[in-house]
């Protein structure tokens, strides 16, 4: 079983910047997909990227902005999230699934418990 416990988030300010990280504890990740999702309040969850094969994906509103990359020999994923915008600000979540998991959270078997992301403008 793997256990993911995000951290990194806080309040900034519109145009700032900030990185997340997921250290994962279990089996290693090297294997495995690893995304990050985001809930707004009212809202759905929401894919925001993923580190699988054959590649990384994002979600079109972050896309040139959120950069998502992963350290096996830590066991740890990160998003590095620059240029944030009020409409960024969510709950968000680490998550692991099999190699090839996309952008549907349903493919994803362990989740993180979260942290919050508060973009003031």
């Known amino acids: 079983q793997v256990r993911l416990v995000e951290s990194g988030g806080g309040l900034v300010q519109a145009g700032g910047s900030l990185r997340l990280s997921c250290a994962a504890s279990g089996p290693t990740i090297s294997t495995y997909a690893m995304a990050w999702f985001r809930q707004a309040p009212g809202k759905d969850r929401e894919f925001v990227a993923v580190?699988?094969?054959?590649?990384?994906r994002y979600t079109d509103s972050v896309r040139g902005r959120f950069t998502i990359s992963r350290d096996n020999t830590k066991n740890t994923v990160y998003l590095q999230m620059n240029s944030l915008k009020p409409e960024d600000t969510a709950v968000y979540y680490c998550?692991?699934?099999?190699?090839?998991?996309?952008?549907?959270?349903?493919?994803?078997?362990?989740w993180g418990p979260g942290t919050q992301v508060t973009v003031s403008s």
């Open positions: 998550a692991t699934g099999r190699e090839f998991s996309g952008n549907s959270r349903y493919e994803y078997d362990y």
């Open positions: 580190s699988s094969r054959p590649s990384i």
